[in-house]
């Protein structure tokens, strides 16, 4: 089992809607959880950082559950903009390794 | 502040030669790193390091060796290239002591291996 996975892509959604995604991870006792941003050909950035109590940032929100380890993305009323991979990553436990799932397409249309 | 700095940009290499990718941050974090991504592989751990002079492999290590003499410099080395290195390599550095902690990454690496 990979330590991190994610709902497989691409997603495909009108502007305006609200899209969700999940990222699984299998080491119970990982400790920071971050979603990142990647563009057609360019760098991973990051996008928001995933607290335990969860957190917002504008029309983003992330959310965590230890119970389930999963961590998921909310978009809101999608841009054109939001087009891009989303990528979900993990600190495990006891190390000091960034590991990646392998990415979610979001393709908004008009 | 240039935040991580990645060259070359591209690189076409023949089987079996070697080279280096350079990797320079200039914003003092601690722990530097190297991915490689490949279509449908997301980013893979190669190495990484927290802190000068301290490295340690990754999830694909293998034909690959880097070096952290210094806390803004970590290189990357291939030491015989092979097709299956044919990638984009992205070097990223982070510290804990910044808000909002994550890490940075570099505008990549193109290499191909023929």
């Known amino acids: 089992r990979k330590e991190v996975e994610q709902d497989p892509g691409p997603f495909n959604v009108p502007e305006g809607a609200t899209v969700a995604f999940n990222c699984t991870y299998s080491n119970s006792a990982s400790q920071s959880f971050f979603w990142y941003r990647q563009d057609c050909r360019k760098e991973p950035k990051l996008l928001m950082s995933v607290y335990s109590s969860g957190n917002e940032d504008g029309r983003f929100t992330a959310q965590l559950n230890r119970a389930s380890q999963y961590i998921s993305l909310l978009i809101r009323d999608s841009k054109l903009s939001d087009s891009a991979t989303y990528l979900c990553?993990?600190?495990?436990?006891?190390?000091?390794?960034?590991?990646f799932g392998t990415g979610t397409r979001l393709q908004v249309f008009p | 502040n240039a935040g991580v700095t990645q060259t070359p940009k591209f690189q076409v290499l023949k089987t079996g030669q070697s080279m280096t990718l350079q990797c320079a941050q200039d914003?003092?974090?601690?722990?530097m790193s190297w991915y490689r991504q490949d279509p449908g592989m997301g980013l893979r751990l190669i190495h990484y390091?927290?802190?000068?002079?301290?490295?340690d492999q990754g999830e694909v290590p293998n034909g690959y060796n880097v070096s952290r003499s210094t806390t803004e410099d970590f290189p990357l080395r291939l030491l015989s290239a092979a097709p299956s290195q044919t990638s984009v390599y992205f070097c990223a550095s982070f510290s804990t002591g910044q808000e909002n902690y994550g890490y940075t990454f570099g505008s990549g690496t193109r290499l191909t291996v023929v």
């Open positions: 914003m003092n974090h601690e722990y």
């Open positions: 990553a993990v600190i495990p436990y006891n190390t000091d390794k960034l590991i």
């Open positions: 390091s927290v802190g000068a002079g301290i490295t």
